[in-house]
C-alpha cells in the first residue's frame, strides 16, 4: 500500500470540569487526509484545501508532526501530505489535532503500524504544540482512541480509555470568531482557591464514575467547571444564553469545547441532542454573528481509514 485516505476527527477537549486531560471524539466533521509513500525522502506538504495554512513543512502541524515521526522510523522513503481541512482553525473543536493526528497515523499505516496508539500520540504533542504553544494531549488522546480518554500523564505519556454511554449524543455550535488557544490560555489564573479545587475534582471524579456507569443524573449533576470556564466564557459572545438555552431544554450540561468559541452540550438520546440544536440556534439566530451547529454521537472508533 502506497496511499492512504483518512477521516481525522474533531474532537472536544476539557470537557467542564476535566480542563487539559479529558476529552472526547466527535463523529460528523472532521478533516480528510491522503498520505501518500514517495522515493524521496523527507516529508511534503502537496496539497492544503478548505483553508489558507502554510505549505512548508516546518511551519505547519501536519507535517511538524510528521517529521517527529519521521525522524523516529528513519524509513528509506519519504512522504506527500494532501490535507482538505474542514475543521476552522481557531474553532476550538480541536483543528490542529487533526491535522497533527492524521499525518502521522496514516503514515504508520503504510509502514506496517510500527507505532502503537500511544506512541503516535507522543508525535502528534509535537505538532500540537507547534500551534498552541503547550504541550496536551486532551484533543489528540480521543481523536487517536477514540470515545472519551483522560490524559494522565504527558511526560510520560498514559492515556486511559474511558466508557462511552450507548447513548450519549453531543451538540456542538460554533460561532464564527476566532479564540487561539494560547491567548485562551493567557487569561487564566495560576492559582486557585482550595475550596474551588476541592469543587472541581469532586465533580471530576464523579463524572468518572458517571461515564462508567452510564448515570445520566450523576454525568448531569457533575458538567460543572468552576476554575476555567468563569475566565474563558468572557471571550465568548453569549455564552451564558446559550447555555442556559441548553439546559433548560434538558441537556444534561454544556461547556466550552477547548478554548473556543465553540461550546458543546451533552445529551442522553438523538432526540434530545436535537431538541437542544434548536434551542441554542435561536439565541445565535437573534445576532450578527454567524454559526454553525451539529449534533454528533460519541465517536468510539476515532481516526479511520476511509479509502
Known amino acids: ?8 476527527p474533531a474532537t472536544v477537549a476539557n470537557v ?5 486531560v479529558l476529552g472526547f471524539c466527535l463523529d460528523t466533521v472532521g478533516d480528510e487526509m491522503t498520505i501518500r509513500k514517495v522515493d524521496k525522502k523527507g516529508i511534503f506538504i502537496t496539497k492544503v484545501e478548505g483553508f489558507n495554512l502554510p505549505m512548508e513543512t516546518e511551519l505547519n502541524v501536519a507535517g511538524v508532526s510528521a517529521l517527529a515521526m519521521y525522524e523516529a ?3 528509506d522513503c519519504g512522504f506527500e501530505i494532501e490535507i482538505r481541512k474542514n475543521i476552522k482553525p481557531g474553532s476550538g ?29 507522543v508525535f502528534a504533542i509535537k505538532g500540537e504544540a507547534f500551534a498552541s504553544k503547550c504541550e496536551h494531549a486532551d484533543n489528540l488522546a480521543p481523536a487517536i482512541f477514540g470515545g472519551f480518554t483522560l490524559v494522565k500523564s504527558v511526560a510520560p505519556l498514559e492515556v486511559l480509555q474511558i466508557p462511552v454511554p450507548n447513548n450519549l449524543y453531543a451538540t456542538i455550535i460554533h460561532p464564527q470568531i476566532e479564540i487561539k488557544t494560547s491567548e485562551a490560555r493567557a487569561i487564566l489564573p495560576k492559582e486557585v482557591a482550595l475550596q474551588d479545587a476541592i469543587t472541581q475534582w469532586s465533580n471530576f471524579g464523579s463524572l468518572i464514575h458517571g461515564l462508567h456507569t452510564s448515570d445520566y443524573p450523576l454525568i448531569k449533576r457533575s458538567l460543572h467547571d468552576i476554575i476555567i470556564e468563569p475566565h474563558r466564557s468572557k471571550l465568548i459572545p453569549y455564552f451564558e444564553e446559550v447555555k442556559q438555552a441548553a439546559l433548560q431544554q434538558g441537556a444534561l450540561g454544556s461547556g466550552i469545547s477547548g478554548s473556543g468559541p465553540s461550546i458543546f452540550s451533552l445529551s442522553e438520546g438523538l432526540e434530545q441532542a436535537k431538541s437542544v440544536e434548536k434551542a441554542i440556534k435561536k439565541v445565535y439566530s437573534k445576532t450578527n454573528i454567524e454559526f454553525d451547529v451539529f449534533v454528533s454521537k460519541i465517536n468510539t472508533e476515532g481516526i479511520k481509514i476511509i479509502k
Open 16 to 20: 467542564a470540569c476535566g480542563f487539559d
Open 1 to 8: 500500500m502506497n496511499e492512504i485516505k483518512i477521516f481525522s
Open 73 to 75: 522510523a528513519n524509513p
Open 93 to 121: 473543536i480541536g483543528s490542529s489535532a487533526a491535522s497533527a493526528v492524521g499525518s502521522v497515523f496514516g503514515m504508520n499505516e503504510l509502514l506496517g503500524q510500527p507505532f502503537n496508539k500511544t506512541e503516535l500520540t
